[in-house]
């Protein structure tokens, strides 16, 4: 690897606490001590793996404050992991003294030297993985050395000092997006706004400003036309708006026509390039039937990938081509709509990554006869307007984790014909159970689909596991094994 590049700014002698020991948190503390700060690492668990993972920022010269998380600190500027509520005691006190919060990749944008690779960014309640995801892939196709980072997984901080990388594609969430007060994408793009998260944010509008907040100092952007209120926040915050749907595209915008992603947005330089084919007044981008993944929603994130990968392209020459070429070899990450096993004419889908309404309602969409698997940690958000919806869709439901019940009385209410197994155990066996339940319900034809609505942290580590053990039990049972 190349040298690094020379951050914008240094800490030296500054007092920063790093709130959260985590894998954002872990990697802010690292490049604040190399930058000469005195570093804090406060953390509310207290166990050996914490310890471990600690270690060598221990070694490097950082102070561990572990099991407790509450206490006031006295800083210069504290550096928050993003699960961690506005309303925590420690960063409550922080702001109320005047401290500054601000999140890693807030931290990461303030780092960024001139010459740094620009940020391609994408926020959204769902879909946001998988639209990065093929944004990366859409670079990589037209030579960009690009990877995805934030919220997807690699820290940011470990990619804007690299000088190997031309671009970054960036996944936002709310909660980072809330943590920043400088960060400004060169674009921006907003997917889609459904009730997640309100216990963090506290309403619906508080949630909404901070998503809105990827287009913090205007400029150019891309907006679902099909979502009222994310087309009410470009158009209240974005000079230059591009909007995208799964219809027809509308100049300066993209969407779907003749069976094929199309590019409607003037700006784009034909001489440059082969001649492109035409749907109408639009560039035929890539058909429909040539993507990786399916369903209506994931067309839609397809759509969003490459008006995003377009706009960018305005100032960066990406060609069109490119755009079909990187979501056609674009490959959906595990977890998301996944087929993990099959037999006696019954699909098992692990869709573990719908951790709301808003992304279970995608997923039941793409199936006609579902037996559902769902349950865990609503978070606050209504589940009632996803069962009315696809209630003739569920061929039964099994039930699991601590919102279980909110969810039954839906059905009971929306659905009462659905017969409706509840899991009341709360560990992971509990997946076993719901997978043999699951099992016993379904008919040739039909798909088992989990696809939770609900947060994982009742009954698993996360989503992730959540996935594994149902796709580990639907293989058992697929094979009888």
Same mark, same amino acid.
């Given at each position: 690897m190349s040298a690094a590049l020379e951050p914008a700014e240094r800490y030296d002698g500054e007092r920063v606490v790093v709130a959260g020991a985590g894998i954002s948190g872990r990697a802010a503390a690292e490049v604040l001590l190399r930058l000469g700060a005195r570093v804090l690492v406060v953390d509310a668990r207290d166990d050996e793996p914490i310890?471990?993972?600690?270690?060598?920022?221990?070694?490097?010269?950082?102070?561990?404050?572990?099991?407790?998380?509450?206490?006031?600190?006295?800083?210069?500027?504290?550096?928050?992991?993003?699960?961690?509520?506005?309303?925590?005691?420690?960063?409550?006190?922080?702001?109320?003294?005047?401290?500054?919060?601000?999140?890693?990749?807030?931290?990461?944008?303030?780092?960024?030297?001139?010459?740094?690779?620009?940020?391609?960014?994408?926020?959204?309640?769902? @879909?946001?993985?998988?639209?990065?995801?093929?944004?990366?892939? +859409?670079?990589?196709?037209?030579?960009?050395?690009?990877?995805?980072? @934030?919220?997807? @997984?690699?820290?940011?901080?470990?990619?804007?000092?690299?000088?190997?990388?031309?671009? +970054?594609?960036?996944?936002?969430?709310?909660?980072?997006?809330?943590?920043?007060?400088?960060?400004?994408?060169?674009v921006g793009a907003l997917l889609n706004i459904a009730e997640d998260h309100l216990d963090w944010h506290g309403s619906m509008p508080a949630y909404g400003a901070d998503k809105a907040a990827v287009w913090r100092y205007g400029g150019c952007g891309v907006y679902n036309a099909e979502d009222d209120v994310v087309t009410r926040l470009a158009l209240e915050a974005l000079d230059d708006p591009h909007p995208f749907?799964?219809?027809?595209?509308?100049?300066g915008g993209f969407g779907v026509a003749d069976g094929a992603i199309a590019d409607a947005m003037a700006g784009w330089a034909p001489e440059l390039e082969s001649e492109p084919q035409y749907v109408g007044a639009a560039i035929r981008l890539v058909d429909v039937a040539d993507l990786t993944v399916s369903g209506p929603h994931n067309i839609a994130n397809a759509v969003a990938a490459a008006a995003t990968s377009r706009v960018f392209g305005l100032q960066h020459d990406l060609p069109w081509r490119a755009v079909g070429d990187g979501l056609r070899s674009y490959r959906p990450g595990h977890h998301r709509n996944e087929v993990v096993a099959g037999g006696a004419g019954i699909t098992w889908v692990d869709d573990s990554k719908a951790t709301n309404p808003h992304a279970a309602a995608a997923s039941l969409a793409a199936y006609p006869s579902v037996v559902w698997i769902a349950g865990g940690l609503l978070k606050g958000a209504d589940v009632e307007p996803l069962v009315i919806e696809h209630a003739g869709r569920l061929r039964a439901a099994v039930l699991i984790g601590r919102d279980r019940a909110l969810i039954g009385q839906a059905l009971a209410r929306h659905a009462p014909d659905v017969p409706v197994v509840t899991i009341d155990t709360d560990d992971t066996s509990g997946m076993d159970e719901a997978v043999g339940a699951a099992a016993g319900l379904a008919l040739p034809g039909d798909t088992v689909l989990l696809a939770p609505a609900a947060a994982s942290m009742d009954m698993f580590t996360d989503y992730a596991q959540r996935g594994e053990v149902f796709a580990a039990a639907a293989r058992r049972t697929a094979t009888g094994s």
């Open positions: 310890r471990a993972a600690t270690a060598s920022l221990v070694a490097a010269g950082a102070e561990l404050r572990l099991g407790d998380a509450e206490s006031a600190v006295s800083a210069d500027l504290v550096v928050t992991s993003p699960g961690w509520r506005p309303d925590q005691p420690m960063l409550t006190a922080a702001k109320a003294a005047g401290i500054e919060v601000i999140g890693e990749p807030e931290l990461a944008w303030r780092l960024r030297p001139p010459n740094a690779a620009p940020w391609v960014a994408v926020t959204g309640t769902n @879909g946001k993985t998988t639209t990065v995801g093929m944004v990366e892939s +859409i670079l990589l196709a037209a030579g960009y050395r690009a990877v995805a980072a @934030g919220n997807v @997984g690699v820290p940011l901080l470990e990619t804007v000092l690299n000088p190997e990388y031309d671009v +970054i594609a960036v996944e936002l969430s709310s909660f980072q997006l809330h943590w920043s007060s400088r960060l400004a994408p060169e749907s799964t219809g027809e595209p509308v100049s």
